[in-house]
């Protein structure tokens, strides 16, 4: 290794790890921890054994670039292995989460289960078609009531906005955004309570407990891409002579629709898998309900809490059917993303000839 008149290592001309020593210490690190697991801590297990490895691979790569390679590489590397170990650390919940969704949800994720509801259903057999219904009916309606509110409110604060007014409406935007989910549903259910009655428990209940949680959330999104659009894009065609109502639907908004609808993706993302404003707002049926103004109506994430939190005799079948109901969530969610990046990339402005 060559080195300065020092003796320090010369970050011009000093060596180079080869390409599989990372992996070679990798594996080193990992057969030393699973010696470790086996004879102090009284038993081999996988997960720990790769715990260790990994906890002692980070100091060892990191001596021996410092020794090959010298202190500024040694640095890189040791930075580049704890943000790799950060991501994969993120990593294995989601990975973890999939996996026993899937093998789980699987063995239930048939044609019965979306062509049959629970009425009249003890033990196996049954399906969520019901509440696939009402997921879909009451987020579809939170929708129509929640975007255009909040695309309003975002283009006020970003192009009208002065003064106490908008000051507040951002205070009360921020407030929305922390509420607990629950209270949301006891705010559907009173106000339908002191309109209609009592009692009153419908998928329209649901959707206003759900897009009470979805407003702010379209109201920042919407509001962070309409103020990083550039000004000279509305100078310019003020100078046209362009009223500004005009610049707004015009240049503004499809310059960032793009952005806009990856927020308002987001936001039917963050509400359809909510379970407690449903519960009090929506309720519960194990029969088919497409009228959303009259009587209880079953949802996706309320079916899953019901069939594991109230089984039958035979929990097995309960168990699967909720597995399934997860399973069915997450695909609605990963759908909902291709959705919004196919209409992001259709609907993005064009930047070329």
């Excluded at 790769?50 to 990191?62: E, I, K, Q, S, T």
Aim: charged residues 10%.
């Amino acid at each position: 290794m060559t080195t300065l008149t020092t003796g320090k290592p010369n970050p011009l001309t000093a060596g180079k790890l080869p390409a599989f020593a990372p992996w070679l210490a990798l594996a080193g690190c990992v057969i030393v921890g699973a010696l470790i697991d086996a004879t102090a801590l009284g038993g081999f297990d996988p997960g720990t054994s790769l715990f260790l490895g990994a906890v002692l691979f980070v100091p060892v790569l990191y001596l021996l670039a410092r020794f090959v390679e010298g202190r500024r590489a040694a640095a890189d590397r040791l930075a580049t292995t704890l943000v790799s170990g950060a991501f994969l650390l993120a990593l294995l919940p989601l990975v973890s989460l999939l996996w026993e969704t899937l093998s789980n949800g699987l063995p239930r994720f048939d044609g019965t289960f979306f062509s049959w509801s629970m009425r009249n259903v003890i033990g196996d057999g049954g399906g969520a078609v019901h509440a696939l219904y009402g997921t879909l009916i009451v987020t579809g309606i939170a929708t129509l009531i929640a975007v255009p509110i909040g695309l309003l409110t975002a283009i006020y604060l970003v192009e009208y906005g002065r003064g106490p007014l908008a000051r507040g409406i951002t205070f009360f935007v921020d407030v929305m955004t922390g509420i607990p989910s629950i209270v949301a549903g006891l705010f559907a259910y009173a106000l339908m309570a002191l309109v209609f009655g009592p009692g009153t428990i419908t998928g329209f209940a649901g959707s206003l407990a759900l897009s009470v949680l979805m407003i702010p959330i379209v109201v920042r999104a919407t509001e962070e891409l309409l103020r990083i659009v550039p000004n000279e894009l509305r100078e310019a065609s003020y100078a046209l002579g362009v009223p500004k109502w005009r610049t707004i639907m015009s240049v503004v908004l499809p310059t960032a629709v793009s952005g806009i609808v990856s927020g308002v993706i987001l936001a039917i993302a963050r509400i359809i898998g909510e379970t407690a404003p449903l519960m009090i707002a929506a309720g519960f049926t194990n029969s088919i309900n497409t009228n959303p103004f009259a009587n209880p109506m079953m949802t996706l994430p309320v079916f899953v809490y019901d069939q594991y939190a109230h089984p039958g005799i035979e929990r097995i079948f309960y168990n699967e059917r909720a597995w399934a109901g997860a399973l069915t969530l997450i695909v609605l969610v990963m759908v909902l993303n291709l959705l919004g990046r196919f209409i992001a990339k259709r609907f993005a402005p064009k930047l070329g000839r």
